[in-house]
C-alpha cells in the first residue's frame, strides 16, 4: 500500500513538474505572431552593434554567416542591403546587438526583427513596418564568451522565427 501511495506521490510530482517546465499555449497564439510572416521566400539580412570597434565588425560577419546558413536549410533565400535604399529591402531580418561592456561586466541585449511592407487600412499606402520583433540576452565572463552567447543568441533567434514560418507552410 505505502509503494503505491509513493508511486502515485511521485507520478503527481512528475506530472506537476513537467507542466511548470512546459506551460500550455493558448491555441493559434504563435501563430499570430508569425502570421504577418507569410508567404516569405527570401529575406534581406543587416546586423548591426551598437559599438563600432574592429573586433564587433568580425561579430557582426559571423552572425550574418551563421544567419545566411540557418535560412539556406531552411530553403529561404538571404539577400544582402549593401547599397539598397530602405524601400527597396523588404522583407528586412535585422539583428541589433546591443552591448553593455564595463568593468567585469560584459552583457549584450540580442533583438531580432523582421522589417516588411504593410497596408494601412486609412490610406491604403505601402509603408514599412515591424511585423515581428524579439530578443534574448546574453551575459558572459569575458569578451570571447560573449561573442560566443551573442553568437549563440542570434542563432537560436533565427532559428525559432524559421520554425515559425515553417509552421505556417
Known amino acids: 500500500m505505502r509503494?503505491?501511495?509513493?508511486?502515485?506521490?511521485?507520478?503527481?510530482?512528475?506530472?506537476?513538474?513537467?507542466?511548470q517546465a512546459e506551460p500550455l499555449r493558448a491555441a493559434g497564439g504563435?501563430?499570430?505572431?508569425?502570421?504577418k510572416l507569410r508567404g516569405i521566400t527570401f529575406f534581406f539580412i543587416d546586423v548591426t552593434t551598437s559599438e563600432?570597434?574592429?573586433?564587433?565588425?568580425?561579430?557582426?560577419?559571423?552572425?550574418?554567416?551563421?544567419?545566411?546558413?540557418?535560412?539556406?536549410?531552411?530553403?529561404i533565400v538571404p539577400k544582402s542591403v549593401d547599397g539598397l535604399t530602405p524601400e527597396t529591402t523588404t522583407p528586412l531580418l535585422t539583428i541589433e546587438v546591443r552591448?553593455?561592456?564595463?568593468?567585469?561586466r560584459y552583457n549584450a541585449d540580442v533583438i531580432l526583427a523582421?522589417?516588411?511592407?504593410?497596408?494601412?487600412?486609412?490610406?491604403k499606402e505601402a509603408v514599412l513596418a515591424q511585423s515581428y520583433a524579439q530578443s534574448k540576452r546574453a551575459m558572459g565572463t569575458s569578451e570571447a564568451t560573449l561573442g560566443r552567447?551573442?553568437?549563440?543568441?542570434s542563432r537560436e533567434l533565427v532559428q525559432e522565427l524559421l520554425a515559425g514560418i515553417k509552421t505556417l507552410k
Not at 114 to 123: G, M, P, Q
Not at 149 to 153: D, G, Q, S
Open 3 to 19: 509503494s503505491l501511495a509513493f508511486a502515485l506521490l511521485v507520478t503527481f510530482f512528475a506530472a506537476s513538474g513537467l507542466a
Open 30 to 35: 504563435e501563430d499570430k505572431a508569425f502570421a
Open 52 to 75: 563600432s570597434r574592429p573586433e564587433d565588425a568580425d561579430l557582426r560577419t559571423e552572425i550574418r554567416d551563421a544567419m545566411e546558413l540557418e535560412m539556406r536549410r531552411a530553403n
Open 99 to 104: 552591448l553593455d561592456r564595463g568593468l567585469g
Open 114 to 123: 523582421v522589417r516588411d511592407n504593410a497596408t494601412i487600412t486609412r490610406n
Open 149 to 153: 552567447e551573442v553568437k549563440a543568441r
